[in-house]
Each structure stands twice: as C-alpha cells, then as structure tokens.
C-alpha cells in the first residue's frame, strides 16, 4: 500500500530545517546538520535500538549508496559546519537541502510509526534566498530548477538501528518560492487564510520592508502600500556583508574558544539565554559558572547597529513626505531584538520606533515564511478541490 502526504512546506534553514506536514499546527524541527560518515562507521554506529521517540536524535540514512548523519547526531560531531564560513550556502546546488528532504520523510514515518515503506506527496513547496535569486537571468528559472529536483521518485533507506526499512518517494507536484516573499501571505492572511485586517491596516499608507535575519543572509523585500507585491527586480536586495553565523563563529574561535567547541554549540547557547538577558556558562564536567553576558551583549549591540546602517540604505529614500515601515523577522530577529530596539532608541524618539518599526515575536519570526508557504499552499489545494 502507499501512505499519501497531501502537503509538505519545508525551509531548508542554516540551522533549522522546520517542517509543515498536512497544514499540521506541530512544526518539525530538525537541526541542519548533515555528515556523510563510511560505511564501516555506520554499520556500528548505534549499540542498540533507538527508540522511536528518540529517532529524530539518532538520523542514520543511506542514500545511493553513501551514509550520512543528519541532524542532532550530525550536529554533536565536528565537521557539520562546514556550510557555515564565509562563503554562501547556495541551496540550489547543495546537497545538504536534498538530505534534509530525505530526513524529515523518515522522522515523519517513525514518529508516526507508518509502516508503509511507498510514499506519495501529492504537493512539496520549498524556497530559496533572495541572493540565489538575483544571481539568476530570471527568478522563475532558478525556482524552477529548484523545483524540479524534487519532482521524482526517490529512493533511500533507514539505517539507524531498529528502524531499518528501505523508502520511495514519489512527489506528484513540486513548487518552489521566494524566501522572504512568502512571508507576505502569513502576514496578510490568517492561518484559514481570511485577511488579516490589522496587518492591512497597519501598512495600508507605507512603504513596507520585510527584513528577514537568517543565518547566513539579510533578505529584504519592498513591498508597496497596503502590502502590495513588488513591481521589478530592484524591490528584492540582500544583505550578505554581515552574516549571523559567521559573526558566531568570529566570536567562538575569538574569547569563547575555551567555552564551545563549535558554533553551533554557541549559537544554542545564546538561543536558551538571550530571554534571560544573561549568559551564565556552566561547565559540564565541574558545575564551574561564568559569566558571559557583558562580552556577548555588546558583540551582539555593535552587530546590531552595523545591521541597521546597512537595512536603512538597502533601498533608495522616497519621496518628501512618506517613509518605509519595517517588518522583522526570521531565525535570528528574536535574539537581536533587544539590541535592535536599543540602537533604534539612540537614533529615534520611542514614537516613532513604535510606529515604523515591527518585531515579530518568538516562534512567529522564526516561522514566518514557513506559515506563508503553508497558506500558499492551502490556498493552491482549495483551488484543486474546487
């Protein structure tokens, strides 16, 4: 028999990939994390059998004959990082995107103990980054592409121990979009896709900017009064001067050497604490305690005000009397907030920052072009089944 999945929106983030399976209220996070490791590794990777609740912890696959780490047990060895540095991740031509897909297919199966090794998705959508996208002749041909390699049969195989199991995919339709655009239809519209009739009234009169912090990128998007889609080319920038991750990693391998032993580790380190307002390392083998947080805050407030300068000139300034409003979000917004908020109010009275200045709080920015994708595809299989 084959399971169908009528729905899966996934975005393949630097750290995260988050998944939305069946317009489900429960997001799939798994680290984005991936390492091929040799076969004689793998064969004797797990002890015992991982059970299932722990699978998403213990991703071991196989996939045309290579094996690979993915996840929690990929992000706890050195080597994983690799896509973190001072090149861009291309997503379109890397293959970690395509071992995430595979990986979130098969926690789905475990957790949710479908024994059916044939899968159909009827509708996979995906995106891609604002910089991919300008690189290209047109935006429609990079996504295009990227659509299209997702749209087969895939093959692989569960190799993590007690849930050994042979899997093929078949994606029927596959869809791929504009990272940061898509966050436009979370905002515009509520999750049953009725308008969101504060949002519109909020930018009804101004110039808006979606300012999406990722771990790599600062995505921007113009949109016109009343939230209305860009005219051209030039509405789309980004940022690529001062990534979140790199910034880590100049951190970690700088004063923080001594106390994370990847980026990753520090970059989960600030995740848990950033609410607290304090950053109190512990050492794990001694109970020792350190206190980090005056070194980290102010890391954290000067790459705050280099971001600033460079989101206020991305776009030209318009005519007298009218002025941008600026909408952030994505991964990183909510560790950054407090220090955003703090250089706005250096520059400007708490008014006007009030007015022209949005932060999307917690799991709304970190999910806002996931919640977007997934309207869009609500909204494409509403007119299907019409």
């Given at each position: 028999m084959t399971h169908v999945i009528k729905t899966l929106n996934s975005d393949f983030g630097n750290s995260i990939t988050a998944s939305?399976?069946?317009?489900?209220?429960?997001?799939m996070e798994i680290p984005t994390a991936v390492l091929e490791i040799p076969q004689?590794?793998?064969?004797?990777?797990?002890?015992?059998?991982?059970?299932a609740e722990d699978f998403r912890n213990a991703i071991l696959?196989?996939?045309?004959?290579?094996?690979?780490?993915?996840?929690?047990?990929?992000?706890?060895?050195?080597g994983n990082d690799r896509h973190i540095g001072f090149?861009?991740?291309?997503?379109?031509?890397?293959?970690?995107?395509?071992?995430?897909?595979?990986?979130?297919?098969?926690?789905?199966?475990?957790?949710?103990?479908?024994?059916?090794?044939?899968i159909e998705i009827e509708r996979f959508s995906t995106m891609l980054p604002i910089f991919e996208l300008l690189e290209a002749d047109t935006f429609n041909q990079k996504l295009n592409e990227m659509a299209e390699k997702f749209l087969k049969e895939h093959k692989f195989e569960i190799v993590t121990a007690g849930h050994e199991r042979e899997v093929t995919v078949n994606v029927k339709r596959s869809k791929c979009y504009s990272e940061s655009y898509v966050a436009k239809f979370a905002i515009q519209y509520k999750s049953d896709l009725t308008l969101n009739e504060d949002a519109v009234q909020r930018y009804a009169n101004h110039h808006t900017i979606l300012v999406d912090i990722g771990g790599g990128t600062y995505d921007l998007v113009h949109l016109y009064p009343g939230l209305k889609k860009p005219k051209s080319k030039d509405d789309f920038k980004t940022i690529t001067d001062i990534p979140y991750l790199r910034k880590l990693k100049e951190m970690r391998e700088g004063k923080l050497r001594a106390y994370f032993q990847s980026v990753r580790e520090l970059e989960g380190f600030i995740v848990r604490n950033y609410q607290k307002g304090k950053f109190e390392w512990i050492n794990g083998k001694t109970g020792e305690k350190e206190d980090l947080t005056e070194y980290i805050k102010a890391e954290l407030k000067e790459y705050s005000e280099q971001a600033l300068e460079l989101v206020e000139d991305a776009f030209p300034r318009l005519e007298q009397g009218q002025t941008y409003k600026y909408l952030y979000f994505g991964g990183v917004t909510p560790v950054l907030t407090s220090g955003l908020k703090e250089c706005l109010n250096e520059k400007?009275?708490?008014?006007?920052?009030?007015?022209?200045?949005?932060?999307?709080?917690?799991?709304?920015?970190?999910?806002?072009?996931?919640y977007g994708l997934d309207n869009i595809s609500k909204n494409e299989m509403k007119q299907v089944s019409a």
């Open positions: 939305i399976i069946n317009h489900s209220k429960d997001i004689r590794v793998a064969e004797g990777y797990f002890p015992d059998k991982v059970d696959i196989k996939v045309d004959g290579k094996y690979y780490l993915v996840g929690k047990a990929a992000a706890l060895k050195i090149d861009l991740h291309k997503k379109s031509s890397s293959h970690i995107p395509y071992i995430m897909f595979l990986s979130t297919i098969a926690n789905y199966l475990v957790e949710n103990q479908i024994d059916e090794n044939n400007f009275s708490p008014e006007f920052v009030e007015e022209h200045y949005h932060f999307e709080p917690g799991k709304s920015a970190r999910f806002l072009n996931l």
